[in-house]
């Protein structure tokens, strides 16, 4: 188990929320909001109170893959009320906008939107509030580790050399700021076909195991490829809900294990 709050960064901690976790990635399109739905949905299952913040300001998928729609309220104005899906509390800046519809926004209105989402949501007593991150290392990564008491950063990545290239340059942007690294995650590491059970390293193999060997990072999970995976986050019931027990949940519910 990660040490809790062994070098926490950041000045300011959310009242109620115990442990702050970000779910980053390089490069975009490697999984890092399948596996934050997934992992947010294992958590709660365990009995964990856990909810999920989707910072991912240019493609927020979360109320997508946890089939959450409407607006969230503002009773008094001031504070958002959270929605709940799979015993998950969350709140999506794709909330706020409406879906189809281009977020253009510039840095400083971003972290305005970051920053509203954390201190004016009413997140209530959480155990861990886990961040889907946009992509890279761009503004809304740095704020979040530079305004908010973050205890850990968990790297997604493809075992592909591109993908590995920018997982090591998100995973300095967090040593610099003074943010603890969980370890990295392989997603899509083997393709299992739903057919006939064949196993193939589509994106190679290893490449992710050997990149922590390398920076002296863990490796938390290595996640397979697999249709029902993509499936169920379509439907807008993550996996790790839609068949708990089965063999496609089994990587993200031993992960939420090791937080
Ligand atoms: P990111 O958040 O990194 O942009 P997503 O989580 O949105 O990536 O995933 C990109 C696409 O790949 C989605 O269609 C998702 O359903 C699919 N996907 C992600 N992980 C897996 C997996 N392990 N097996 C099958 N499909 C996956």
Redesign the pocket.
């Known amino acids: 188990k990660p040490a809790r709050r062994a070098a926490p960064s950041g000045p300011e901690p959310i009242p109620g929320v115990d442990r702050l976790v970000a779910i980053a990635?390089g490069?975009?399109?490697?999984?890092?909001?399948?596996?934050?739905?997934n992992l947010a949905c294992a958590l709660a299952a365990e009995g964990r109170r856990v909810g999920l913040l989707d910072a991912?300001v240019y493609?927020p998928?979360q109320p997508r893959?946890l089939g959450v729609t409407g607006r969230p309220a503002s009773p008094d104005g001031k504070t958002i009320l959270p929605m709940r899906s799979f015993d998950v509390t969350m709140m999506s800046i794709g909330l706020m906008v409406n879906e189809g519809q281009a977020v253009i926004w510039r840095g400083p209105m971003l972290m305005g939107a970051l920053q509203q989402m954390l201190m004016q949501v009413r997140w209530g007593e959480l155990d861990i509030l886990l961040v889907?991150l946009p992509?890279g290392t761009g503004d809304v990564s740095m704020t979040l580790a530079q305004k908010a008491r973050l205890d850990g950063a968990i790297i997604?990545s493809t075992p592909q050399d591109v993908a590995l290239l920018d997982a090591r340059k998100s995973i300095d942007m967090f040593k610099q700021l003074k943010t603890p690294i969980y370890g990295m995650v392989e997603?899509?590491?083997t393709h299992i076909c739903s057919n006939c059970g064949h196993e193939e390293h589509v994106f190679g193999h290893g490449g992710v195991a050997r990149e922590c060997e390398t920076l002296g990072v863990p490796l938390l999970a290595e996640?397979?490829?697999?249709?029902?995976?993509?499936?169920a986050?379509?439907a807008g019931r993550p996996i790790v809900a839609a068949d708990p027990e089965g063999a496609?949940a089994r990587s993200y519910r031993d992960l939420s294990r090791r937080l």
């Open positions: 990635s490069k975009g399109g490697v999984g890092k909001s399948t596996l934050s739905s991912d493609g998928s893959m889907d992509p997604v997603n899509m590491s996640i397979p490829l697999h249709l029902d995976i993509r499936t986050s379509d496609q």
